[in-house]
C-alpha cells in the first residue's frame, strides 16, 4: 500500500477545492485533526501505523469540497455525503482502498445501514464503520474539532453530549472510543488556532 506524503496530501486538496477560503476551512481542519490525533498516538501502547493515520486525517474531509456551490456556501443538506463523495475523489486519483475508507467511515461514530434506512439518509445502503485501529482514531480525533463558522475546538464531554440526540448506541461507542484512545489536550491546540473549546 502506498501511502501519500504530506506535500502529496496538500496538492490532492488544493486541485480539488472550489476557493482559497473552502481550501482554508477544509484544510486546516484536517491539520487539526492530526495535531489530535498524534497527540493520541503518543499515548498508546499498541502498534498503530503512524503514517496512515496522518494521511487518513489530513484527507478525511477532502469530499467536503464538492458541497461547495458557485458562491462559496456549503450544502448542509447533503453534508451526510462528504465521505462518499471523499471515497469517490481518492478513488478517482488512485489512492488504495485503505486510504480511501478514512473518507466513507468517519461520520459521527459510524453509519451503519440500519441508520441509512430508518433515518431516510441520501446515502446508498451499507455499513460506513470505522474497522481498523486506524481508522477508528481518525474518526475518533474529528469528533473535537468541528468546521462551523466559526470552527471550534470540542471537549469530549460536549461531543458526548451532543452524540447523545442520535441514540444511546451512538453515545455508548464514543465512550468506548474514549476508554480506548483517550482524551486529548485541547487547550493550547485552541489557543494557538485562536479557536474557541466548548
Not at 493515520?53 to 456551490?69: E, K, S, T
Not at 488504495?96 to 439518509?121: A, K, M
Not at 462551523?148 to 441514540?167: E, N, Q
Amino acid at each position: 500500500m502506498s501511502i501519500p506524503s504530506t506535500a502529496a496530501i496538500r496538492a490532492l486538496h488544493e486541485r480539488h477545492a472550489p476557493s482559497p477560503e473552502a481550501l482554508e476551512l477544509v484544510y486546516t481542519h484536517c491539520e487539526i485533526v492530526w495535531k489530535i490525533a498524534e497527540q493520541l498516538l503518543d499515548g498508546m501502547a499498541e502498534d498503530v501505523d503512524r503514517d496512515l493515520v496522518r494521511a487518513g486525517c489530513l484527507l478525511h474531509d477532502i469530499g467536503v469540497y464538492r458541497l461547495f456551490d458557485a458562491t462559496g456556501r456549503l450544502d448542509h443538506g447533503n453534508y451526510i455525503r462528504h465521505g462518499l463523495l471523499g471515497h469517490e475523489i481518492l478513488q478517482a486519483e488512485g489512492l488504495s482502498e485503505e486510504v480511501c475508507r478514512f473518507c466513507s467511515c468517519h461520520t459521527g461514530v459510524g453509519l451503519t445501514r440500519h441508520d441509512i434506512v430508518s433515518q431516510q439518509l441520501p446515502l446508498p445502503v451499507g455499513d460506513y464503520v470505522a474497522v481498523t485501529r486506524e481508522e477508528q482514531l481518525v474518526m475518533y480525533a474529528d469528533k473535537f474539532h468541528s468546521k462551523s463558522r466559526p470552527p471550534v475546538f470540542l471537549s469530549a464531554d460536549t461531543y458526548a453530549a451532543r452524540i447523545k440526540r442520535f441514540g444511546d448506541d451512538k453515545a455508548d461507542a464514543f465512550t468506548g472510543l474514549r476508554k480506548t484512545f483517550g482524551e486529548p489536550e485541547l487547550t493550547l491546540l485552541a489557543a494557538s488556532y485562536g479557536h474557541a473549546l466548548t
